[in-house]
């Protein structure tokens, strides 16, 4: 059965996460499990936060979920550095039904270790940049719509205010 996306508000997804401190069959499984779990859910990336694991381990496949030909796992991934400029649309498993467009930068370079703890470097540019931005953030307690303006921050909020309360009428009325 595939990992539980967390959603927006879940605390957990504010939270900065910590860092690995040892390669574990344990990890190993997670980042299996969460490969299957962002495949399931037509996902190209997923953070350990998003499936309530606040540790610093992504996976990213930018061919997913229909081929499953590029999965990456990243154990404590740092972005070493970023340049220019670029904006693109953004959704995320955790933030049900909202997509918008989201600054960031256009290249960047990341440090991690893989799954057998060797120091990997990356270099990514246009959706793969994006991508590791985005994972990184959430390690980091930060989501998509930190990075868009207030108005449609609270515009967004609102909306899931009103599930959250349909969701109690709901379970309330079952009960």
Same mark, same amino acid.
């Given at each position: 059965?595939?990992?539980?996306?967390?959603?927006?508000?879940?605390?957990?997804? $504010?939270?900065?996460?910590?860092?690995?401190?040892?390669?574990?069959?344990?990890?190993?499984?997670?980042?299996?499990?969460?490969?299957?779990?962002?495949?399931?859910?037509? /996902?190209?990336?997923?953070?350990?936060?998003?499936?309530?694991?606040?540790?610093?381990?992504?996976?990213?496949?930018?061919? /997913?979920?229909?081929?499953?030909?590029?999965?990456?796992?990243?154990?404590?991934?740092?972005?070493?550095?970023?340049? /220019?400029?670029?904006?693109?649309?953004? /959704?995320?498993?955790?933030?049900?039904?909202?997509?918008?467009?989201?600054?960031?930068?256009?290249?960047?370079?990341?440090?991690?270790?893989?799954?057998?703890?060797? $120091?990997?470097?990356?270099?990514?540019?246009?959706?793969? $940049?994006?991508?590791?931005?985005?994972?990184?953030?959430?390690?980091?307690?930060?989501?998509?719509?930190?990075?868009?303006?207030?108005?449609?921050?609270?515009?967004?909020?609102?909306?899931?205010?009103?599930?959250?309360?349909?969701?109690?009428?709901?379970?309330?009325?079952?009960?």
């Amino acid at each position: 059965m595939p990992l539980e996306i967390r959603k927006y508000p879940d605390p957990v997804l $504010a939270k900065k996460a910590a860092p690995v401190t040892e390669i574990t069959p344990g990890i190993r499984e997670l980042a299996t499990a969460m490969a299957e779990a962002m495949y399931a859910n037509q /996902g190209v990336g997923l953070a350990a936060p998003q499936v309530g694991e606040s540790l610093r381990l992504v996976v990213i496949d930018l061919t /997913g979920p229909e081929k499953r030909e590029g999965l990456v796992t990243l154990v404590n991934p740092v972005i070493t550095a970023a340049s /220019g400029e670029q904006e693109d649309e953004e /959704g995320c498993l955790s933030v049900r039904d909202y997509r918008t467009n989201v600054r960031r930068a256009a290249n960047v370079t990341v440090k991690a270790l893989d799954l057998d703890g060797k $120091a990997m470097e990356i270099e990514a540019d246009g959706l793969y $940049a994006v991508c590791l931005q985005h994972e990184i953030d959430h390690l980091d307690g930060v989501l998509f719509i930190d990075h868009i303006s207030r108005l449609k921050r609270a515009m967004y909020d609102k909306r899931v205010r009103r599930w959250t309360r349909q969701q109690q009428e709901t379970a309330s009325q079952a009960g």
